[in-house]
């Protein structure tokens, strides 16, 4: 039995089976994450919803998956560039929205904690998954629709224990679905997607923020395409720019193997546009980056 999480797919369903085949996942005894972005700009995002529903399989939310529930309760318009429409249309939408939207914010699992985009710096992993939970419940709640409506925006952007209502939802779901950047204060910026040698002034990436609160704790994350591959001792990132012709990548937690597909060329995939990765692109068979899990 193995435990694999996967990067942002992003509706990229002919990437996904060709990684599934390298892996060889056997749903009747392998487990995976999805690390967010389900959905959205890939070639079908219907097939990677249904596929996900229909196995069993794990995930976190993100930012596109949100956008998407958003979409469908009338409290977002459809994007230039999205590929919604699939789900939108499909006789199944109501059973694979109500899936999605019953899906964690964050999870833990064999010692390591999954989540989209990031934590904030005064975050300890036990108090991320408490506030993960609280977003968690209100979407799997009667108000979930309220939340929706009320969940955009870039405000507060520096967390206080005291925040409470539509302000504390909102600044739980952008850190864990949006983060990349914030000042060691904590304050988080929105607008950079570059990579670590680009920072806004100010700023850091939020696993380099000195005494964060969750350092120590391995996190597994996504969302970040520029960083690439990045295995460190207690952060993981495994957004490969599948979307964007990179790889699509999978890491087994219980060693830390990493098994990656190039996609290039495939369906769905758009032009090639990278950045400078700040760790190697992998292939081939799995590829043991540390020893052992943290």
Same mark, same amino acid.
């Given at each position: ?80 560039? *999205? ?49 993960? *939970? ?32 539509? *302000? ?127």
């Amino acid at each position: 039995m193995s435990t694999w999480a996967i990067g942002d797919l992003q509706g990229c369903h002919a990437a996904l089976r060709l990684l599934l085949d390298k892996i060889g996942f056997n749903p009747a005894q392998d487990r995976i994450w999805l690390l967010g972005d389900l959905v959205n700009r890939g070639e079908d995002s219907l097939a990677v919803l249904r596929w996900a529903r229909d196995n069993g399989i794990g995930a976190v939310l993100g930012n596109h998956d949100l956008h998407l529930l958003a979409v469908a309760s009338g409290h977002a318009p459809v994007r230039e560039g *999205d590929t919604l429409h699939g789900i939108l249309g499909a006789s199944d939408r109501d059973e694979l929205l109500d899936w999605l939207r019953y899906r964690p914010l964050a999870v833990r699992d064999q010692g390591y904690l999954l989540v989209h985009a990031g934590l904030l710096p005064q975050w300890s992993i036990e108090q991320a998954c408490r506030l993960a *939970d609280e977003v968690t419940d209100v979407l799997r709640g009667p108000g979930w629709r309220d939340f929706l409506q009320h969940m955009y925006g870039n405000q507060p952007a520096q967390w206080r224990d005291d925040l409470c209502g539509i *302000d504390r939802l909102r600044i739980i779901t952008n850190a864990m679905t949006r983060l990349r950047f914030c000042t060691p204060e904590g304050t988080m910026e929105f607008q950079l997607k570059g990579s670590l040698d680009q920072p806004p002034e100010g700023c850091l990436p939020w696993f380099q923020v000195p005494g964060r609160k969750s350092s120590g704790s391995p996190v597994i994350f996504g969302h970040w395409s520029a960083l690439g591959l990045r295995i460190e001792s207690d952060t993981l990132a495994l957004d490969t720019g599948c979307l964007w012709g990179g790889k699509l990548s999978a890491l087994r937690l219980e060693d830390r193997a990493v098994v990656q597909v190039d996609c290039a060329g495939l369906p769905g995939t758009r032009p090639l546009i990278r950045h400078a990765h700040s760790a190697p692109q992998l292939s081939g068979d799995p590829v043991h980056l540390s020893p052992g899990r943290a």
